[in-house]
């Protein structure tokens, strides 16, 4: 154990839940396609681009048969959460549509408190198409729907202060109604001195917003997550230890996530370096980013060292790169030791 | 090459289908549980259990986390008989709702003929509830809606006359709308001398119909699969040896299937012995006998001696159980050797 000077920060009122989460609720359609289909649809391997509803329904009936599973980064993270034994909640919209209630019913089955009414009208609930190819990368072209419509009053404020941290999803920048929604999330929860998470989600995502996110990360957030790419992107740097040193000073804490190289945890005095588990195969990597997220969240909660944080963090996010889909098939709490137990 | 008698008794007309397959029209609703699960819920272990809307909506609140395949034994099938190059076509019927189209793309995205119009009203798309275990086994709870709704003015004749084989699934008994379709079909089938294959689908549905099976089968059925369990029930003898034995002369050909210990291939002359095709760990055994029923049937349809037509059984049977959900995840054409592919 490194000890526990990271709670240093947090606040000593009682929080009954470890984390909350912010971000689009999203169902994924997942198809398994050949390198040739991203060329064929003009698709960026890798990113998440946002798409209409023509694009949606043709891109859909250009793919092979499909696996329909719950997903949307933050509430994939949610419940990785949960399914480590830690106590999370989650905010975002649906639609009472088909995919909303399988939305609803993955998010409540893995033990995640969701409290946003669906919506009676409006959008359809949100989806993304989602293309694996051999190599396991996932390049995502997401219909956003009804999820756009997260308003402020949609927030629960009693379980944004009752949350010891609250994990914020990038991609829900690229609305302005959500956006205001998430700048009123944080204000809350900074109100009630608690911790703030925030994830870069997508290079590309990252240039739409880069200035306001600079501020934003800088002012108001406390643990950082994001890709070689993108906080390259974020910082302007050319190289990782640039970048590395660019963060350092401006979060608490950035945890770089590297793919098969690992991540680095990187703090104002010190960089952690993090093994990435291997596994056998790599099936699919959607969620990874945000497993690893789960792990190093639920850790920190927990009052875990920053290098315990990132190995429960390797080991979730190799679970879920490991079959098709972005939430655990297994509870996450059965494949850690009784040491991170606690 | 055991040679190609085995195509002997089909038609010298001109078939534009290797198969036609016709069953219920399936969502499979997945989750992974305890054996606890199994015994809280008096599920019985690797059955079928029909169920009506209000135990399909308990069921559903009880389940973990899910996900959505496309399912439907014959659906299976034929999915795999496309996958691994054959040209299949599908009967069965679906609503005009999410879960028909999820269906309905995914059977012609695996590219299959599947021409069947969706009901504008009545029951919903029928949907299974899957509770796989830790050791692969899968029990199902199958909600029929709509499916049992199919009746003989949705067969398509002239695709019934043009397929070299019909498949029909024996769930389809269940239902008296049903069964008069299924006997209509194999009758079309039969007048344009077609090769009618039969799958016993499951232990509890042979009992249900055991008198009508034998009678169906003596008189009409050209090549019959069913697992051990099954041609227990159906034979009514105590031992595989037995079974054998007793559908000798009964079937042209039948398929049984034995899970870990492979298969044998039983012909009025000879019994030939099929190994399993190893796989890491069994994930979810759906869909086990549908791909080892797609294996067999391509093979047999372009001409193959019976001990090939059971490689590729096996070989299908093996990539469905590696993975959540009964439909391929890779072309099934892929992991065969050239040697198969003419």
Chains 1, 2 share one sequence.
């Not at 756009?148 to 609250?166: C, G, P, W, Y």
């Not at 590309?204 to 070689?228: A, M, P, Q, Y």
Request: glycine letters at 8%.
């Amino acid at each position: 154990m490194v000890g526990n000077s990271n709670q240093s920060n947090q606040s000593s009122l009682e929080t009954s839940y470890d984390v909350v989460g912010i971000g689009n609720a999203i169902v994924d359609v997942i198809s398994h396609e050949s390198e040739n289909f991203l060329q064929d649809h003009d698709l960026v391997k890798n990113s998440m681009t946002l798409i209409e509803t023509d694009m949606a329904v043709a891109l859909y009936n250009e793919m092979s048969p499909t696996l329909q599973s719950s997903g949307g980064s933050a509430a994939n993270t949610m419940s990785g959460i949960a399914s480590l034994g830690g106590k999370a909640g989650y905010i975002g919209k649906i639609r009472n549509d088909h995919l909303g209630e399988f939305f609803s019913h993955d998010i409540n089955a893995a033990g995640v408190d969701f409290v946003v009414k669906p919506a009676k009208e409006g959008l359809p609930t949100a989806r993304s198409m989602i293309v694996v190819t051999p190599d396991g990368a996932r390049t995502m072209s997401t219909y956003l729907g009804i999820s756009t419509n997260l308003r402020k009053d949609d927030l629960d404020v009693e379980l944004l202060e009752s949350a010891q941290i609250l994990y914020c999803e990038g991609y829900i920048w690229d609305i302005e109604t959500t956006k205001d929604t998430i700048r009123s999330a944080i204000a809350i929860a900074k109100d009630a001195n608690r911790t703030i998470s925030f994830t870069l989600s997508d290079s590309f995502c990252v240039s739409r917003h880069k200035e306001e996110w600079v501020e934003l990360i800088t002012d108001k957030v406390d643990i950082l997550f994001g890709n070689e790419d993108e906080i390259k992107e974020l910082s302007g740097c050319n190289t990782l230890s640039e970048a590395a040193q660019w963060i350092q000073g401006r979060v608490q804490i950035a945890c770089l996530t590297l793919a098969e190289r690992g991540s680095i945890i990187v703090t104002e005095n010190e960089i952690i370096g993090i093994g990435a588990k291997q596994v056998a195969q790599v099936i699919d990597s959607t969620g990874a980013g945000d497993l690893y997220a789960s792990g190093f969240l639920f850790g920190y909660a927990r009052g875990l060292d920053l290098k315990t944080c990132g190995e429960l963090a390797s080991i979730s996010a190799a679970e879920i790169i490991s079959h098709t889909g972005a939430r655990p098939l297994v509870p996450l709490k059965s494949l850690i030791t009784s040491e991170f137990n606690k």
